[in-house]
């Protein structure tokens, strides 16, 4: 059972970046699809990113896409979310999952398996 924990959250003004990482401690991380998915107050989890096991393939929500960039070092067995020009509704939890099933085009969360525990991220105006 792999798990997983992110960092790199925090409280950004509007316009600034942050970069989150997500570490695994599964040996066979790159058998995995991994994606992000944020979830503010009140709302639904929602799909921010996700990549393939190579790395070769991205996909991104409309909302971050041009934003956000998602990337993976399989050695270190850590996926990563660059984010710029950040805005304040991208005020959230952010949470890194993994599955071994699911591919980079996969953007339900109820596809995969393994969740972190999530980092805020707050964007002040």
């Known amino acids: 059972q792999v798990q997983l924990v992110e960092s790199g959250g925090g409280l950004v003004q509007a316009g600034g970046s942050l970069r989150l990482s997500c570490a695994a401690s599964e040996p066979t991380f790159s058998s995995y699809c991994m994606g992000w998915f944020r979830q503010a107050p009140g709302k639904e989890r929602e799909f921010v990113s996700t990549i393939s096991r190579s790395g070769d393939y991205t996909y991104y929500g409309d909302s971050v896409k041009g934003r956000f960039t998602i990337s993976r070092d399989n050695a270190k067995r850590t996926v990563y979310l660059q984010m710029n020009s950040l805005k304040p509704e991208d005020t959230a939890v952010y949470y890194c999952?993994?599955?071994?099933?699911?591919?980079?085009?996969?953007?339900?969360?109820?596809?995969?398996?393994?969740w972190g525990q999530g980092t805020q991220v707050t964007v002040s105006s």
């Open positions: 999952a993994a599955d071994t099933t699911a591919c980079y085009y996969t953007t339900s969360a109820g596809e995969y398996e393994y």
